[in-house]
């Protein structure tokens, strides 16, 4: 294999890494916002169904709230994830390269 096809292939290597990264990363931020947001109305309604108490615990309201939000909070996770697959797929569709902190030396021969 000669150098030039060796360039070609690193730098279709890199680019198909450069996507990869960037599809984490998002999908990483898509489970961060959902997962924080869910956690938030927890944490500020979850009286209403008596969050992290066991069910035989609860009275007959208590658990109707439970139900309504163990169907929203499934509705919110089903749609992050749907939108974040189709984030993915998009992005799929690019040729990209990260630019991360690089630098390159210009080798001048003087002789």
């Known amino acids: 294999m000669d150098r ?9 290597r890199y680019k198909e ?3 990869k990264r960037l599809i984490d990363n998002i999908q990483r931020k898509f489970n961060t916002t959902m997962i924080g947001a869910l956690s938030e109305f927890e944490k500020l309604f979850g009286d209403f169904w008596k969050h992290g108490v066991p069910l035989d615990q609860l009275t007959e309201d208590e ?6 939000w163990e169907e929203a909070r499934t509705n919110i996770l089903n749609n992050g994830n749907n939108q974040a697959r189709a ?20 080798v001048i021969n003087n002789q």
């Not at 030039?4 to 279709?12: A, F, G, T």
């Not at 984030?87 to 210009?106: C, G, L, P």
């Open 4 to 12: 030039e096809q060796l360039r070609k292939r690193n730098d279709e």
């Open 17 to 19: 890494h450069s996507k």
């Open 63 to 68: 658990v109707e709230y439970r139900k309504m």
């Open 87 to 106: 984030a993915s797929d998009e992005i799929a569709q690019y040729t990209m390269t990260w630019d991360k902190y690089r630098t390159e030396f210009i």
